[in-house]
């Protein structure tokens, strides 16, 4: 029989919904999991096991006495450890919030709740999700690399298969790099779609709440669950929130994709990963895709722009705490928390015209060529071994791992437009990667439509890490 | 996230940094400091890049929101 841990969320949804399985047996099944691989990955910060169990035997009478609240009802989902969760211990990565307890619950979890999902734990991230110190999480891809940051918990949890999705943040990629490492469907959605009431900033005006799953219709679904507008967050966007699921096989013959050449497939990009995504293009024009060429050279800015404005909109938040608990921080993430307070205030302004500069640009490329997406590689390497994160590239490629990691996903964050990467391959060396489409603005419903087109055409996201297959 | 960048051959003084960053209430150590000066001498170059870019008749939107996004 198969391992429930290995079906998908929606699979697992599909089964609640006939009545052949129940929510306390999708827990006990995610308890054995983590009982299996955490003494391996560490993927949790807190497994909630008693009250995942109380609220699965809840929806169980529930679902038995009324039938389900949706495609979420009685599913165990994880959270990342800087999002609010009332009652429960948010940590967020830190020494300075070491035993801390909100008193309410982030928006999106609220969402999520009410749908009928369940909390299965609290997943690691870097401290305060800067992704400059080490958390004890590892990818079962390999577990001398860098599992992706800074939703490296969310990450490690679902490709390992003790938990069917689990909720990232992504300030300049933290969900789509941890997707990518790790063989998952990450989606960071337009800015605004979903409430960030009740996360831990990194900087208010590039943070995003996503999810990261197995597949791409499972994104859709947790999506849907999570999104919405939220009065008590003046960055929500005041938009009606679609089926995403509904137009997932419309296929996409006639649909008009960009791709960028200067700077998404730079000579950076890793020859296996430049092959492999070359092959998606070709794919998409095979299925009836207008592929055309594009330019953006103001992508050339995005970098700067958006390490400007995290460092300045971050050291912000962490004015009082810096002065007050300076020591509990990591030295690593303490002397970025610094290094944005010594910033010239026109730094920062400079840093918003810029990224103004590069949001019109990006929107008229959509605008002028008619795009329904863009498209490229979500990172130029896999991953690179944790103790080469800042030494040069072994490729020889003038840079450091860490410094191109985020070469791809910043961007969209800046532009504030969905952007999602989806499993597209495995290195020589095991390392699995994606690609990534980036969406017009709250049209997330195309992004997906787009990436399940190539998905139900493969097997990578079904793909497993050796080391999960053999606990 | 990997932050900082190549930066110009300016030298910074760390002493200075270090008194600056404790004059704004920053506790910073004379090992850190040296960090911090490197850091900082890295993002001040940042700005480079935006200088093939005419910006200057742009008003910055510090927390912006998408066209359509129906809040405003």
Not at chain 1, 71 to 95: A, F, M, Q, W
Not at chain 1, 196 to 202: K, Q
Not at chain 1, 214 to 222: C, H, S
Not at chain 1, 314 to 328: C, F, N, P, V, Y
Request: charge should be negative; include cysteine; glycine fraction near 10%.
């Amino acid at each position: 029989m198969t391992d429930l841990n290995d079906l998908s969320l929606s699979e697992v949804g599909d089964l609640l919904g006939a009545g052949e399985i129940s929510s306390v047996e999708l827990i006990e099944a995610n308890l054995r999991a983590i009982e299996k691989t955490e003494p391996i990955v560490h993927a949790y910060a807190s497994v909630l096991a008693d009250e995942a169990l109380d609220a699965a035997r809840e929806a169980d009478a529930e679902i038995a006495g009324s039938g389900r609240r949706g495609p979420l009802h009685g599913v165990p989902i994880g959270i990342k450890d800087n999002i609010y969760t009332k009652g429960r211990l948010t940590e967020c990565g830190s020494r300075v919030m070491a035993g801390f307890v909100p008193d309410y619950d982030a928006t999106c979890v609220e969402n999520l709740e009410r749908a009928g999902a369940i909390i299965m734990g609290k997943t690691h991230c870097h401290e305060f999700a800067y992704g400059v110190n080490s958390p004890p999480s590892r990818s079962p891809w390999n577990m001398d690399c860098y599992p992706g940051g800074s939703s490296i918990g969310s990450g490690v949890a679902v490709t390992s298969r003790s938990s069917f999705g689990a909720l990232g943040t992504d300030t300049g990629g933290s969900i789509r790099v941890p997707a990518s490492i790790n063989n998952l469907v990450g989606m960071k959605a337009s800015f605004g779609r979903v409430s960030i009431y009740g996360v831990v900033p990194v900087a208010w005006s590039l943070d995003h709440i996503g999810p990261m799953t197995r597949t791409v219709r499972d994104n859709a679904l947790l999506l849907g669950g999570m999104a919405g507008h939220d009065p008590k967050d003046p960055t929500s966007a005041d938009q009606p929130v679609p089926d995403f699921c509904a137009d997932l096989e419309a296929g996409v013959a006639g649909l008009r994709i960009g791709i960028e050449r200067d700077y998404f497939f730079y000579d950076g990009v890793m020859d296996e990963i430049r092959e492999a995504v070359e092959a998606v293009i070709a794919e998409y024009q095979g299925q009836g895709v207008e592929i055309v060429e594009i330019s953006v050279p103001e992508l050339a800015i995005t970098q700067d722009a958006l390490f400007t404005i995290v460092l300045c909109e971050g050291s912000t938040w962490h004015r009082k705490l810096i002065r007050e608990q300076g020591d509990k921080y990591d030295p690593a993430t303490r002397a970025i928390v610094q290094l944005g307070e010594l910033l010239p205030a026109t730094h920062y302004l400079a840093a918003q015209q810029a990224r103004s500069l590069y949001r019109e640009a990006l929107n008229r490329a959509f605008r002028e060529h008619r795009l329904d997406a863009m498209l490229g590689p979500t990172m130029p390497i896999p991953t690179a071994p944790l103790a080469m994160l800042n030494a040069p590239r072994a490729d020889g490629y003038p840079d450091t791992p860490v410094g191109s990691m985020c070469h791809h996903t910043f961007n969209a964050n800046l532009a504030g437009l969905p952007a999602l990467s989806v499993p597209c391959g495995i290195t020589s060396a095991g390392l699995p990667f994606g690609f990534q489409l980036t969406g017009r603005a709250f049209d997330e419903a195309m992004v997906y439509r787009i990436a399940y087109a190539y998905e139900r055409e493969h097997d990578w996201h079904l793909r497993k890490a050796a080391v999960i297959e053999g606990v | 996230m990997g932050y900082g960048r190549a930066s110009s051959d300016e030298v910074l003084d760390a002493a200075v940094i270090e008194a600056l960053a404790k004059k704004m209430g920053l506790a910073v150590s004379a090992g850190e400091s040296e960090v911090l000066t490197a850091l900082l001498m890295n993002q001040l170059a940042a700005l480079e890049s935006f200088n093939a870019f005419d910006l200057q008749d742009i008003v910055p939107a510090p927390v912006f929101r998408l066209e359509g996004a129906g809040n405003d």
